[in-house]
């Protein structure tokens, strides 16, 4: 897990396998773009290479003043309920950071005295897309739910050592809560 350098202001992690400048988008998208460019392989012979490309995201993890966990069940169009955290795309000019306190506000009506950056990286080298991982600290209910039209979500408390149960147990597949640690989580609460 990559722990970002500059929580205030995280850098844009970069990419284990950029799109070259000479690359270009031969399909456009909702959610992925397509780009392709021409590689010289290793026996000067050219390939045709490619990457997506999407928005980036933000997950939080809302811890209520009681030390109490926020996980949502969600439903989708399409896909059967599944468990999650909070967290959806960065729209056009936003920080990580508000998007983090956006989305919370959006699915689970709850907003945090804090956000603390856990972790922010590129999961894929096929993908170019950044999502950063934030702790909320503090959460308060402050409203209702304000959902888009194909989301149906339902917010839930669970304690510290439940929410890492249903992480262990797969119940909640989100890509890098997996490799997440009591003991780092506690440390973020705590201020460390």
Same mark, same amino acid.
């Given at each position: ?42 026996? @000067? ?10 928005? #980036? ?20 169009? @399409? ?8 967290? !959806? ?8 950071? #508000?998007?983090? =306190? ?9 907003? =945090?005295? /804090? ?5 922010? /990286? ?26 888009? $039209? @194909?989301?149906?979500? %339902? ?9 890492? =149960?249903?992480?262990?147990? !797969?119940?909640?597949?989100?890509? %890098?809560?997996?490799?997440? %640690?009591?003991?780092?989580?506690? $440390? ?5």
């Amino acid at each position: 897990m990559r722990i970002a350098v500059n929580p205030t202001n995280p850098e844009r992690p970069k990419s284990l396998h950029p799109i070259p400048s000479h690359a270009t988008c031969v399909f456009k998208g909702i959610l992925f773009d397509v780009y392709q460019w021409q590689q010289t392989m290793f026996d @000067g012979t050219e390939q045709t290479f490619e990457k997506l490309k999407r928005a #980036d995201s933000v997950g939080i993890i809302p811890a209520t003043e009681d030390g109490k966990i926020i996980v949502t069940v969600e439903e989708q169009p @399409g896909r059967e309920k599944f468990l999650s955290i909070p967290g !959806g795309r960065i729209d056009a000019g936003e920080t990580p950071k #508000d998007a983090a =306190a956006r989305e919370l506000r959006e699915e689970t009506g709850y907003v =945090a005295q /804090e956000f603390k950056l856990l972790v922010a /990286e590129q999961p894929s080298s096929k993908i170019d897309w950044a999502v950063y991982i934030y702790v909320g600290v503090g959460c308060r209910k402050a409203g209702e739910l304000e959902l888009d $039209a @194909g989301e149906r979500i %339902t917010p839930r408390l669970v304690t510290f050592d439940d929410f890492f =149960a249903l992480i262990k147990e !797969g119940k909640i597949r989100e890509w %890098t809560l997996h490799r997440l %640690t009591p003991t780092q989580l506690r $440390a973020k609460l705590n201020g460390k």
